[in-house]
Antibody, heavy 123, light 109 residues
Framework: QVQLQESGPGLVKPSETLSLTCNVSGSSITSGYVWGWIRQSPGKGLEWIGNIYNSGMAYYNPSLKSRVTISVDRSRNQLSLRVKSVSATDTAIYYC????????????????WGPGVMVTVSS | ETVLTQSPASLSLSPGERATLSCRASQSVGAHLAWYQQRPGQAPRLLIYDASSRATGIPDRFSGSGSGTDFTLTITNLEPEDFALYFCLQRSDWPPMNTFGQGTKLEIK
């Protein structure tokens, strides 16, 4: 069973770049159709950040597209997220998510998710 | 961009009762809708995908229905562990994009 673990700095200064990694175990990242990142601001709802597909193509939330990059490191079996020019509004719990293999053998949905990592943007 | 509106924002029920949660899309999403449950301090977990298919290991007291713009998550015979936050999620094939609803909080009465 796939397990995910996010990691990265818990505190980032405004205007700097936030970099997170997601370590994938129990499955090869190359065998998954789609991997994703989602965030949740304190006490608020969920916001989809973006997905990366096994083709290598990544697609992002239009509201974040200009600042976000998602990539895969196949040699390390890791997923990565970079968010540049952060501000207080980027303070959130960040989750990575794996492809869910459904009853039809398709992988269109994201599950399970990692436990999440809290990132605070503050000087 | 498709907007998902969940109702009610919060729902107070007692164990053993039936919960009905709604998710309405601003435009048709076909059956491309999922439901997630989030317990305090935990990551969301997938309950229902493709509008009505239960994910692996999810009890049959959880059921999903609907298509197009109106979707419902029904939880029968509420258990104490069911009191949590519930989110709906839609995915579009092109451009590939996901959108979450704002959530419904199911509370113990």
């Amino acid at each position: 069973q796939v397990q995910l673990q996010e990691s990265g700095p818990g505190l980032v200064k405004p205007s700097e770049t936030l970099s997170l990694t997601c370590n994938v175990s129990g499955s090869s990242i190359t065998s998954g159709y789609v991997w994703g990142w989602i965030r949740q601001s304190p006490g608020k709802g969920l916001e989809w950040i973006g997905n990366i597909y096994n083709s290598g193509m990544a697609y992002y939330n239009p509201s974040l597209k200009s600042r976000v990059t998602i990539s895969v490191d196949r040699s390390r079996n890791q997923l990565s997220l970079r968010v540049k020019s952060v501000s207080a509004t980027d303070t959130a719990i960040y989750y990575c998510a794996s492809p869910y293999l459904d009853a039809n053998g398709l992988q269109n949905w994201l599950a399970p998710w990692g436990p999440g990592v809290m990132v605070t943007v503050s000087s | 961009e498709t907007v998902l509106t969940q109702s009610p924002a919060s729902l107070s029920l007692s164990p053993g009762e039936r919960a009905t949660l709604s998710c309405r899309a601003s435009q048709s999403v076909g059956a491309h809708l999922a439901w997630y449950q989030q317990r305090p301090g935990q990551a969301p977990r997938l309950l229902i995908y493709d509008a009505s298919s239960r994910a692996t290991g999810i009890p049959d007291r959880f059921s999903g229905s609907g298509s197009g713009t109106d979707f419902t998550l029904t939880i029968t015979n509420l258990e104490p562990e069911d009191f949590a936050l519930y989110f709906c999620l839609q995915r579009s094939d092109w451009p590939p994009m996901n959108t979450f609803g704002q959530g419904t909080k199911l509370e113990i009465k």
